[in-house]
């Protein structure tokens, strides 16, 4: 368990360990999630990000018929280019 304290400013200096956990870099964002028993959890705001994009694509590439580098290619030159 690590702890921090709160300043003055309302700011904490987040643990090493914590840092190194949610793999933080210095100008990244925390997010704060409170779930239904009032807990909250922080976590990599750009990470978080990231997951949520991905899970909301799932399956798109298979109903679009895109299943290797070069079906990618060809429909980057169909956006692009209308071919």
Known sequence: ???A??????????PL?????LDLKPG?????IQ???G????ANASAQATYKAQSAFVGVAEKMGVENED???ALVNEVRYGK
Request: net charge neutral; aromatic share 4%.
């Open 5 to 14: 304290k709160v300043s003055s400013n309302g700011q904490i200096t987040v």
């Open 28 to 32: 990244d964002k925390i997010l704060f």
């Open 17 to 21: 360990e914590v840092r190194r956990a």
């Open 39 to 42: 807990q909250i959890t922080i």
């Open 71 to 73: 079906d990618v290619q």
């Open 1 to 3: 368990m690590n702890l």
């Open 35 to 37: 779930n239904e028993m």
